[in-house]
Nanobody
Framework: QVRLAESGGGLVQAGGSLRLSCVASGSIFSINVMGWYRQAPGKQREWVATITRGGSTNYADSVKGRFTISRSNAGNAVYLQMNNLKPEDTAVYYC?????????WGQGTQVTVSS
């Protein structure tokens, strides 16, 4: 089964940028929708952004205009460019499908934004 591994998180000041990567152990090219999710301390996991195989994107209102999701032509990676980060973006970030069905969740990557 395909395994997902997220990386690229870190500590950044408000207004800064990070680029997250999600590499799959196998090809995810055939999976139509891939997305990013995040879970802040004490909160439920929430959807951040999705991208279809054709490149159509969708974003949560809270990140629209600041985050950009993309996927590799090779078909085994998904990225999240995060600009103008805010303290409320602090969370563990995960990639996965749109839930139809979900793949096993990876370990996530921690993003911490200081004010």
């Amino acid at each position: 089964q395909v395994r997902l591994a997220e990386s690229g998180g870190g500590l950044v000041q408000a207004g800064g940028s990070l680029r997250l990567s999600c590499v799959a152990s196998g090809s995810i090219f055939s999976i139509n929708v891939m997305g990013w999710y995040r879970q802040a301390p004490g909160k439920q996991r929430e959807w951040v952004a999705t991208i279809t195989r054709g490149g159509s994107t969708n974003y949560a209102d809270s990140v629209k205009g600041r985050f950009t999701i993309s996927r590799s032509n090779a078909g085994n990676a998904v990225y999240l460019q995060m600009n103008n980060l805010k303290p409320e973006d602090t969370a563990v970030y995960y990639c996965n499908t749109d839930g139809m069905p979900f793949l096993p969740w990876g370990q996530g990557t921690q993003v911490t934004v200081s004010s």
